[in-house]
């Protein structure tokens, strides 16, 4: 396929060679700085044998090759991008911007800490500003991904309980509309996980909850709004009886977005909270990372807080590498701290006047979806929702339809697909979250696509909606034979 | 707020559109208890994008950082170069703003950018196969001792005291919370001692950890490793900080490594402060079922032609939950993608050119060092340990360097227990030029 003449596939939409399949080496390589001097005798007995056989293309060759490739992604900046419990939001310039000056990307992080004054400013501003917006007594920038958060939060409660002498508890109360990093979480930390059975609205159901309470119970983890997009409104008392019970409440904080600047999980009787800054604080999703995972916690946790940890001195910053309490150390550094500047800037733009407003938007978006879609879609939870809607296939499928076909037709009418088959407690999951950064003209666009999807399939023009998608540069993907038989480098 | 599209007006009539009044309503699920007024938290008022900018400005100009100093620091992150096009290929919004390739059809770009980075991680490091990054390399050290146990179904864990102090204690602090033993072995002076590692091993260990180069720069004969592990039947990994080493020096994979971590920041990835980095990981080909995190293979589409999708997913967390291989789901994807341009920007040659340099740079600085001052003996790479005669000089020196905007090095007891502490962990790039050397040099001779 590649040995065609032409590139050009579509308009000006152009296939693109791997990188090994270029004709030919760049005639030499890019001019490099140093000392051009002789290496020592010693290593002379290490050299490698033979080359890497890395394909060095010259800079045009390149810069096309990596532009060509960017064209058959989409990103939020192309478009809508209604994942649910993703929360694709516009990622701002600016912050791109400042997190390149080089006094904050080309710092060492072993640098001496007078020499390092500002950026730890930045840090501790940040790690305070999380733990105000979360309603904690501290945060860890530590964690450098969601899950990272989770297993540290994990890690904490292990040793609070540990600390008071509860070593024998070791269940973890998961719902079964968690996400799927928590049971994997718990493992990682010696516990196990037992899964409750959602209530009849996708909630939390309290005695399906006090069943599980014994003397054995660790913690909770919970999300809420949880994964249906709704909120868990006996959050009060869902953590009193966890609580009563001798256990601690994790809170996953994936749909912080929903209650940003309007409500607090630390109020609410959490012991800790993951927050996925790559989310609520619109740093970019970078096609699968890099993200972080800050974890705020309250008074019980805070002593366990993994290390190093910023430390304010009077006028003066200082990193903490030593704790008796701690956990230790996650990660080799601080934190994921490039990704921690946009945070920061992101708020910074906000502020204390603006901030609800993100909640407010982001609500106000997922339930106009939601009210535009309910007559025509199945809805399995009524009422509000909050951040995102969940609706499902039920009605579709009679025609032979499901969620995998809609979200390919999506596709074709110009829309990234929302998140399917999650969560897992309704058949046919389409998880729709639109974030506040859309506007009303791009969410009435996007109904109009829904609508006109389950219009075809009442009027059985179900055809295409099985072909889907037609329109990108490839279609579907065989993921089967991908699995079977894993073919993960290139061999010439 | 510039952020936000919609006007009062437009928000007025979506609520008139849902038979609401006000944007109250919409949080009436949510007790009453904990609603927050708005604008009663205790944040400062919101920035102009002029404000953000002037904000960052001033505190990137309270900080020293590698563009007005002399770096000589590793540890496990390097100042190499970044060439412009790395920066500018990840700048672009369709990689900057994806999400993880969950529609293939739609992320081809990704994918493919996936799947040479991984071909050519395979190829720096001789390994049969790499995976989609890991967060950063003390994580992916500590995931590869946990799959370790998964293959060989045992959970003893031996590692080398020569490997980075903070890849240790990340890798201790994973394996704590479960059975089985973790010994550190073999603490050589500033390098590593593989017969002491060797000797430690058992038939009910799991597998062992060495680095190479080590923590302290020091490159060493790994067959006698690989010979060990076939007879006690453990996985043999081998960790690193600096993956620039592999352009110029036998990678892992010759040497018969079953598993490769470490750091993959030298490849066009800024040191920031400690991260985002690059985790690299790479495995034997009949492992990579049991391999953690997201990877990226081969397939075809509807239409048969050649397309790439998220595979094996069926060890990861979203399918297998607590079974799954590991609980990752963000992975480091935009830096594979920084990592695939820098390589090909570079080529073999390129590679070979910045290794060769900075191992150099450090061979010409070793060789001028003046009296009371010694660099650990051995084959080292672009870092070492220097000795001075006491505590007290190497601080006088510290500081005469960074007078001159020197970074000289790290002291070693904040990193490892050092009781004396008359030791400085230098390190060098091709970032560094001759002229630097001499003001280094200058700067030991007058402290």
Redesign the interface.
């Known amino acids: 396929?590649?040995n065609a003449q032409y590139s050009a596939v579509s308009g000006m939409q152009h296939e693109?060679p791997?990188?090994?399949e270029h004709a030919h080496?760049?005639p030499?390589?890019?001019n490099?700085?140093?000392?051009?001097?002789?290496?020592?005798l010693?290593?002379d007995?290490?050299?490698?044998?033979t080359?890497?056989?890395?394909?060095?293309?010259s800079?045009p060759e390149?810069?096309r090759?990596?532009?060509?490739?960017?064209?058959?992604?989409?990103?939020?900046?192309?478009g809508f991008?209604p994942?649910g419990s993703?929360t694709?939001?516009?990622?701002?310039r600016?912050n791109?911007?400042?997190a390149?000056?080089?006094?904050?990307?080309?710092?060492?992080?072993?640098?001496?800490e007078d020499?390092?004054?500002?950026?730890l400013?930045?840090l501790y501003e940040l790690q305070t500003?999380l733990a105000?917006?979360a309603g904690f007594s501290d945060v860890t920038l530590q964690p450098?991904?969601?899950?990272?958060g989770?297993?540290v939060g994990l890690?904490m409660i292990?040793a609070a309980l540990d600390a008071r002498g509860d070593q024998h508890r070791k269940k973890v109360l998961v719902p079964d509309s968690a996400?799927?990093?928590?049971?994997?979480?718990?493992?990682?930390?010696?516990m196990?996980?037992v899964e409750i059975k959602s209530g009849p609205d996708g909630r939390i159901d309290l005695d399906e909850l006090k069943r599980h309470l014994d003397d054995n119970v660790a913690a909770l983890m919970m999300t809420n709004p949880n994964t249906a997009g709704?909120?868990e409104?006996d959050?009060?008392e869902i953590c009193q009886l966890v609580h009563d019970a001798g256990g601690l409440v994790y809170g996953d904080g994936a749909n912080l977005n929903a209650?940003v600047?309007?409500?607090?999980p630390g109020?609410?009787g959490l012991d800790c909270l993951h927050i996925n800054v790559?989310k609520t604080f619109?740093t970019?999703?970078?096609?699968?990372?890099?993200?972080a995972g800050p974890v705020a916690v309250n008074d019980t946790l805070k002593p366990f807080l993994p290390v190093p940890r910023i430390i304010k001195d009077g006028d003066t910053y200082r990193i903490e590498t030593r704790d008796s309490q701690s956990?230790?150390?996650?990660?080799?550094?601080?934190?994921?701290?490039?990704?921690y500047?946009r945070a920061n800037?992101y708020?910074?733009?906000?502020?204390?006047?603006?901030?609800?407003?993100i909640a407010?938007?982001a609500?106000?978006n997922a339930?106009?979806i939601l009210?535009r879609l309910k007559d025509v879609y199945h809805v399995p939870f009524s009422?509000?929702c909050?951040h995102e809607c969940l609706l499902t296939d039920e009605y579709q499928e009679k025609h032979g339809v499901k969620t995998l076909d809609i979200?390919?037709q999506l596709?074709d009418l110009g829309f990234?697909?929302m998140t399917v088959y999650?969560p897992l407690i309704v058949h046919g999951a389409m998880l729709i979250e639109p974030t506040?950064?859309?506007?009303?003209e791009t969410l009435d666009a996007f109904c109009n696509a829904m609508l006109e999807i389950a219009a075809q399939c009442e009027a059985g023009e179900t055809d295409m909606l099985h072909e889907a998608?037609v329109k990108?540069?490839?279609?579907?993907?065989?993921?089967t034979?991908?699995?079977r038989k894993?073919?993960?480098?290139?061999q010439e | 707020m510039r952020f936000l599209p919609h006007t009062d007006t437009d928000r007025q009539a979506m609520l008139t559109s849902m038979g609401m009044d006000n944007m109250a309503e919409l949080f009436a699920d949510i007790p009453a208890e904990f609603h927050l007024a708005p604008g009663s938290l205790n944040l400062p008022d919101a920035l102009s994008e002029a404000g953000i900018v002037r904000k960052f400005t001033r505190a990137a100009e309270q900080n020293r950082h590698a563009g007005n100093t002399r770096c000589f620091l590793g540890g496990g992150t390097y100042h190499h170069f970044v060439p412009a096009v790395v920066d500018y290929v990840i700048s672009r919004g369709e990689f900057l703003t994806a999400y993880t390739p969950y529609q293939p059809e739609i992320a081809q770009g990704t994918l493919q950018a996936l799947f040479e980075y991984q071909t050519m991680i395979a190829r720096l490091t001789d390994m049969d196969v790499s995976n989609a990054s890991m967060y950063e390399a003390a994580t992916a050290t500590a995931e590869a001792a946990l799959m370790a146990r998964r293959v060989t179904r045992k959970t003893r864990t031996i590692i080398a005291g020569s490997v980075n102090p903070r890849y240790r204690a990340v890798t201790e602090n994973y394996l704590s919370r479960l059975d089985g033993e973790y010994v550190e072995v073999g603490f050589g002076a500033f390098g590593t001692d593989l017969d002491a590692v060797i000797a430690a091993m058992d038939t009910t260990t799991a597998c062992v950890i060495v680095q190479y180069p080590d923590f302290y720069g020091s490159v060493y004969d790994l067959a006698p490793l690989r010979e060990a592990c076939d007879a006690h039947k453990c996985l043999m990994i081998v960790a690193f900080s600096d993956i620039s080493a592999f352009g110029l020096i036998t990678p892992p994979g010759a040497y018969g490594a079953d598993i490769a971590v470490g750091s993959g920041q030298a490849l066009g990835i800024p040191m920031a402060f400690g991260g985002p980095h690059l985790g690299v990981f790479a495995c034997k080909q009949k492992y990579v079922r049991q391999m953690p995190g997201r990877v990226c293979g081969l397939t075809r589409d509807a239409d048969g032609k050649r397309g790439f999708v998220l595979t094996l997913s069926t060890r990861e967390q979203h399918i297998r939950r607590e079974k799954a291989t590991s609980n990752i789901c963000t992975n480091q994807g935009l830096m594979c993608t920084a990592a695939a341009a820098y390589m090909t920007l570079m080529g073999d040659a390129g590679l070979e050119t910045v290794a060769r340099h900075s191992a150099a740079a450090l061979n010409m600085l070793v060789s001028r060092l003046p009296d009371g001052v010694s660099a650990a003996d051995g084959a080292h790479y672009n870092e070492t340990v220097l000795s001075f005669v006491s505590r007290a000089k190497r601080d006088a020196f510290l500081a005469t360097a960074r007078h001159r905007d020197i970074f000289a090095g790290i002291p070693l007891e904040q990193l490892v227990r050092d009781s004396d502490a008359r030791h400085l962990l230098v390190a060098t790039t091709e970032m560094i030029e001759e002229s630097d050397i001499n003001d280094y040099i200058a700067a030991l001779e007058v402290a």
Request: with cysteine; hydrophobic share 40%; glycine share 10%.
């Open positions: 396929m590649m693109e791997l990188l090994f080496e760049a030499e390589s890019i490099l700085p140093g000392v051009a001097s002789e290496i020592p010693t290593l007995a290490f050299k490698r044998k080359p890497p056989r890395i394909p060095g293309l800079e390149a810069v090759h990596f532009v060509r490739l960017s064209q058959w992604n989409h990103g939020i900046e192309t991008y994942l993703c694709m939001k516009y990622n701002p600016v791109e911007q400042v390149r000056l080089p006094g904050l990307a080309h710092v060492h992080p072993d640098q001496p020499s390092v004054q500002g950026i400013t930045l500003w105000e917006i450098a991904a969601g899950a990272h989770e297993l890690m292990r996400h799927g990093t928590n049971p994997a979480s718990a493992a990682l930390c010696g196990f996980t709704t909120f409104s959050i009060r209650l600047g309007v409500a607090r109020d609410m790559h619109s970019p999703h970078g096609g699968g990372g890099p993200g956990i230790g150390s996650v990660l080799s550094t601080l934190g994921q701290t490039g990704v500047m800037a708020i910074s733009a906000f502020g204390r006047n603006h901030l609800h407003k407010q938007d609500v106000l339930n106009y009210c009422g509000l909050k979200a390919k596709i990234h697909p999650f506040e950064t859309e506007s009303r998608p990108p540069f490839r279609r579907r993907l065989d993921e034979q991908a699995a894993p073919v993960l480098v290139w």
